[in-house]
């Protein structure tokens, strides 16, 4: 639609709309055939050319809210995601999940819209964007238990798709990701096979499935060596909270010679610390992460990790939402993609 | 507006969405006293509460995109950035200036809806969601030369407010941004006065207006000193292109003691590449970036740059959008925010 602000320099003064009777009048047909023309239907070539030539001259543009009330699509996703992962851009996750499924639904024609959420208040706004016509369709990655997003979603029917799997999530909304508690279990138990003795975990907030899962992993990899003290849990996954996590499990186990860290950025912030503190990695102490996030290489030395298909993991939560647009049936419950460790430097 | 698929996990049959006329027919009251009610118009209270105990059972959602008609407003505002920014989540600055945008505009009841730029595709849809009615103004980073996105928006008169400033910009879309110029000047000036002999540049795409000014800036501080070969150019902000450009810098110069690297993520793999070389920062190389991202204090050794007042960027350019929707004044042109130099390890 022709916006109402005619120049942004000024105090705004409502300009009149172009509407199709505006378009009707300029090319000499009925407002019907500009509607027609406009919808794709049938109209003569003699008047296709007219409307086009009015549309070229008086510069209209067709209002897509207008249209999204008629076939009631709007021909955009929402892609919503915690703000924190954007703003540190730490999470080098959030953005690849978000490119990938962008490409998806690029090829598709369709807007992908990105939604951050950062505090109740955006958590609401955000639930009645997406119940307002504005999206046909969402993908939400980083929810928790009981996330309020899920319930606007599952309540509005919302075509959607969860990246990762909240613990109350049920059926109604489909899912991927992964095995964290296998691929936990397993470079964990690789890290212990190189000898190590004292091997703690920084583990992140559990308020969500994949840190509860690595944590079991790690705690069924260590068997009967667990102990409480070797886990330090740090409120989120930033570079920052990975060398606190990593000072704190020094002062608590100074003998401690195998680390554990959930994700690639805090095993990044972990051998900060260990630097800082004179150990040598993986001399002194093994470091493994999880992921294989940019971190990985970004890091010195190399970090060993999983590997998360993390492009896979967007694009099928993209697929997911596109089948159920064009009303294709659907399977309940999630899609576990395949992780693979890689063992680099740092263990 | 009630979503007519079922449900995600069927092939979706079309489920009659709840209209005013069943609310106003549970509530026992007219259409147009319901549409009054939801309008924030006068009713009755007694029909108040019946409509909200109708609304209350039957779960009905504001249809948005009819008010938007009515309205025009969609309270919502894009923000238009590149995807490859997101993408390798390299380049922090966006994003921190993407959450105080988004601070300032959640607190005015705005939705930000964040679109990705990648292909001329993208370009060609997010011009088209811009035009659709749903969003009621932009905010657009990373623009360059001849950008199609500042076209639409100049086409539109779409309110709007630019982050940086590609040279065709002109006065019709106000901007927000630094003087690139100075700020290169000053700290490569602080650099060579350290006693480097042999100070190069790792610069990058030459098609925005940061790039290019923060080019005239190291040549103006190098002065009769400045080579062409000293230059190197690399096509983009990520930690590979900082590497890749060091590395060529060593070749081309193996006696270089001095960097200015555009961005802290190019100043952070040329790092990587002296390490590699076996050269000790700052003792036989002093590197200085520009942008004070917590690339600049994740690196070993801490960088000395330029600090960029990034928040302030976000919300100036946030507020120039919500002034123009209320209709207020816009003085045309920049908003210039002051720079400071960083001095920490790295030089």
Chains 1, 2 share one sequence.
Not at 95 to 123: F, K, W, Y
Not at 247 to 264: H, K, N, Q, T, Y
Not at 269 to 296: H, I, K, M, Q, T
């Amino acid at each position: 639609m022709r916006r109402r602000y005619r120049a942004p320099m000024a105090p705004s003064e409502p300009q009149r709309r172009t509407t199709v009777h505006d378009i009707a009048a300029a090319a000499g047909v009925s407002r019907g055939t500009v509607s027609r023309a406009l919808n794709g239907g049938y109209v003569s070539a003699a008047a296709r050319a007219a409307i086009e030539e009015a549309i070229a001259g008086i510069g209209f543009v067709p209002n897509t809210a207008a249209r999204t009330l008629r076939t009631r699509r709007s021909q955009a996703v929402a892609f919503v995601a915690l703000g924190q992962h954007a703003g540190a851009f730490a999470d080098p996750n959030i953005g690849a999940v978000m490119l990938a499924a962008n490409a998806v639904l690029s090829g598709a024609d369709h807007q992908m819209v990105n939604l951050l959420l950062e505090s109740p208040r955006d958590t609401e706004r955000v639930a009645r964007h997406l119940s307002g016509g504005f999206v046909d369709g969402a993908i939400v990655v980083s929810a928790r238990a009981g996330d309020p997003i899920i319930k606007v979603i599952r309540d509005l029917r919302l075509p959607a798709a969860v990246v990762g799997h909240p613990p109350d999530l049920g059926d109604a909304v489909p899912y991927v990701g992964i095995d964290n508690e296998t691929a936990a279990r397993e470079i964990v138990s690789r890290l212990l096979a190189t000898g190590r003795r004292r091997t703690g975990m920084i583990a992140a907030a559990q308020d969500r499935d994949s840190c509860t899962d690595r944590l079991a992993g790690y705690r069924s990899a260590m068997g009967p060596a667990f102990e409480e003290h070797l886990v330090v849990r740090v409120p989120g996954h930033d570079h920052r909270c990975g060398a606190d996590g990593m000072r704190l499990l020094l002062e608590r186990e100074p003998a401690i010679d195998g680390v554990f860290a959930a994700s690639d950025v805090l095993a990044a912030g972990a051998l900060e610390a260990l630097r800082e503190a004179g150990r040598a990695v993986p001399g002194d102490v093994g470091v493994v992460g999880f992921d294989d996030s940019p971190w990985a290489v970004w890091s010195q030395p190399r970090l060993s990790t999983v590997r998360q298909p993390i492009e896979e993991i967007g694009s099928a939560a993209a697929h997911l939402v596109l089948r159920q647009l064009r009303g294709e049936p659907v399977d309940p419950g999630g899609r576990i993609l395949p992780t693979t460790t890689v063992w680099r430097d740092s263990a």
